[in-house]
């Protein structure tokens, strides 16, 4: 299991440079890392939540070649707060994956946005928010919302095929 | 439980917070170079699984679209062979319309055009259905010749049809001449498809394979000059009165389409619209 939650958090990290691209619909590709936090945050807690979202973003912030630490933050704070909200909040609903998703990774690229101004980037608000933030969030959404009822589908099977 | 995952939260966000710090104040990150080394493999593996998975959906797409385009291709080659077989068809047909308009503008007597809609090639009868009819005013007997030759007269009239005996049919019998020798005689149909030229022996002494064979016109019901076979080979039949000559049809009878009725007077004689043939 906890091999199986490494390859999730690191292989999350580092395969969104490389294989994430094959993902790629109209120039908009999704945050297979983001994804896994969530996924992972939900499962495991808020602690291993912000675990998985330090070591998934500090990857991804070493394998995109930008600023160290930034979605290594974003990401362990995701992780932390859908980890301590997961309970609360009725997941196994598509109608929930899918906007819940959506809406974090929208909070995620604000986030991100908003660190980001402390050291200046250059990028217009609008623009970013048109072109990167809301259509990753929106396939984040849906890919997520796959992923999430792919898993409940192997779990299912695994139960009934269990002695 | 809470308060130790808000002091992870707290350290993991310091520790992100020091790592901006330090790279914005323009010194560079060991811990950078240091991940690099852990992830530069990993992502060389990947990319490398991630373009064969690529290339091998590359080469099914590619198989697939060629597929596809050799479906379309093979579709295409069917539609324009029937095309091809319809132009060569509707050309064909277009010839022969034009040598029976031209045979129908020379002859010096009425004619009307008729289509083919049946035969009957059993042996025992050998029979055109043209589509002229009583509504067409056509009578029994009128002689039905093709751009080649003579086919056979018509023998009975129905409403909307009318049934030709063929040359070759074995009760068919019709008056005609050598050209090149004169010599009289009748053209017989025989039960095996063929016709026969049978004459007096001592008119056809100098009768040879290759000569033209036309109706005589003597009787009034087929006009004169009308081919209707070549001499194809001669039966040698001693001291008999009558001697044979079989015939090769001017006219391929399973083959025509089109024919003409001669509706007119057929006292007169037409070689002069055969001569190309004759």
Same mark, same amino acid.
């Given at each position: 299991?906890?091999?199986?939650?490494?390859?999730?958090?690191?292989?999350?990290?580092?395969?969104?440079?490389?294989?994430?691209?094959?993902?790629?619909?109209?120039?908009?590709?999704? &945050?297979?890392?983001?994804?896994?936090?969530?996924?992972?945050?939900?499962?495991?807690?808020?602690?291993?939540?912000?675990?998985?979202?330090?070591?998934?973003?500090?990857?991804? &912030?070493?394998?995109?070649?930008?600023?160290?630490?930034?979605?290594?933050?974003?990401?362990?704070?995701?992780?932390?707060?859908?980890?301590?909200?997961?309970?609360?909040?009725?997941?196994?609903?598509?109608?929930?994956?899918?906007?819940?998703?959506?809406?974090?990774?929208?909070?995620?690229?604000?986030?991100?946005?908003?660190?980001?101004?402390?050291?200046?980037?250059?990028?217009?608000?609008?623009?970013?928010?048109?072109?990167?933030?809301?259509?990753?969030?929106?396939?984040?959404?849906?890919?997520?919302?796959?992923?999430?009822?792919?898993?409940?589908?192997?779990?299912?099977?695994?139960?009934?095929?269990?002695? | 439980?809470?308060?130790?995952?808000?002091?992870?939260?707290?350290?993991?966000?310091?520790?992100?917070?020091?790592?901006?710090?330090?790279?914005?104040?323009?010194?560079?990150?060991?811990?950078?170079?240091?991940?690099?080394?852990?992830?530069? @493999?990993?992502?060389?593996?990947?990319?490398?699984?991630?373009?064969?998975?690529?290339?091998?959906?590359?080469?099914?797409?590619?198989?697939?679209?060629?597929?596809?385009?050799? /479906?379309?291709?093979?579709?295409?080659?069917?539609?324009?062979?029937?095309?091809?077989?319809?132009?060569?068809?509707?050309?064909?047909?277009?010839? /022969?319309?034009?040598?029976?308009?031209?045979?129908?503008?020379?002859?010096?007597?009425?004619?009307?055009?008729?289509?083919?809609?049946?035969?009957?090639?059993?042996?025992?009868?050998?029979?055109?259905?043209?589509?002229?009819?009583?509504?067409?005013?056509?009578?029994?007997?009128?002689?039905?010749?093709?751009?080649?030759?003579?086919?056979? /007269?018509?023998?009975?009239?129905?409403?909307?049809?009318?049934?030709?005996?063929?040359?070759?049919?074995?009760?068919?019998?019709?008056?005609?001449?050598?050209?090149?020798?004169?010599?009289?005689?009748?053209?017989?149909?025989?039960?095996?498809?063929?016709?026969?030229?049978?004459?007096?022996?001592?008119?056809?002494?100098?009768?040879?394979?290759?000569?033209?064979?036309?109706?005589?016109?003597?009787?009034?019901?087929?006009?004169?000059?009308?081919?209707?076979?070549?001499? /194809?080979?001669?039966?040698?039949?001693?001291?008999?009165? !009558?001697?044979?000559?079989?015939?090769? @049809?001017?006219?391929? !009878?399973?083959?025509?389409?089109?024919?003409?009725?001669?509706?007119?007077?057929?006292?007169?004689?037409?070689?002069?619209?055969?001569?190309?043939?004759?």
């Amino acid at each position: 299991m906890r091999t199986f939650l490494a390859i999730a958090v690191l292989g999350g990290g580092v395969a969104h440079a490389t294989v994430g691209s094959a993902l790629r619909i109209a120039n908009v590709a999704p &945050d297979i890392p983001l994804i896994v936090v969530v996924l992972l945050a939900l499962r495991r807690g808020p602690e291993f939540g912000c675990g998985a979202g330090f070591v998934a973003g500090l990857l991804q &912030d070493a394998a995109s070649g930008g600023l160290l630490g930034v979605q290594a933050l974003t990401k362990a704070v995701v992780g932390f707060a859908i980890g301590t909200a997961g309970s609360r909040l009725r997941v196994s609903q598509p109608l929930v994956q899918v906007p819940g998703l959506v809406l974090l990774s929208v909070l995620e690229g604000l986030a991100r946005f908003g660190l980001l101004q402390l050291f200046h980037f250059p990028a217009p608000f609008g623009e970013l928010m048109m072109y990167v933030v809301l259509p990753q969030a929106l396939y984040n959404g849906f890919l997520g919302a796959a992923l999430v009822l792919a898993l409940a589908w192997a779990e299912r099977v695994k139960e009934r095929t269990a002695p | 439980m809470r308060i130790r995952a808000l002091a992870l939260l707290g350290i993991v966000a310091a520790v992100c917070l020091v790592l901006l710090t330090v790279q914005m104040r323009g010194r560079t990150l060991g811990a950078s170079e240091a991940l690099a080394i852990v992830t530069t @493999p990993v992502q060389t593996a990947l990319a490398r699984i991630n373009r064969a998975t690529l290339g091998v959906w590359a080469t099914y797409r590619d198989w697939k679209n060629v597929r596809a385009e050799n /479906r379309r291709l093979r579709e295409e080659a069917q539609r324009l062979r029937v095309e091809a077989l319809r132009v060569t068809e509707t050309d064909a047909e277009n010839q /022969r319309l034009r040598r029976l308009l031209a045979l129908k503008e020379s002859l010096p007597m009425e004619t009307m055009a008729g289509e083919i809609i049946a035969r009957e090639w059993g042996g025992w009868v050998r029979s055109l259905t043209v589509n002229r009819g009583r509504g067409d005013s056509v009578a029994r007997l009128t002689a039905v010749i093709a751009p080649d030759g003579l086919v056979g /007269r018509i023998v009975d009239v129905r409403a909307g049809s009318s049934v030709v005996q063929v040359l070759t049919d074995p009760a068919s019998t019709v008056g005609a001449h050598v050209v090149r020798t004169r010599t009289p005689g009748i053209v017989e149909g025989e039960p095996r498809g063929t016709l026969r030229f049978k004459y007096m022996a001592r008119d056809g002494g100098g009768l040879q394979v290759g000569d033209v064979v036309v109706t005589s016109g003597l009787g009034g019901l087929f006009p004169g000059g009308i081919p209707i076979g070549r001499v /194809r080979s001669i039966e040698d039949r001693g001291a008999a009165l !009558f001697s044979y000559a079989q015939l090769a @049809p001017a006219v391929d !009878f399973a083959r025509i389409d089109e024919v003409l009725l001669l509706t007119g007077n057929a006292a007169r004689d037409v070689a002069a619209s055969f001569k190309g043939d004759g």
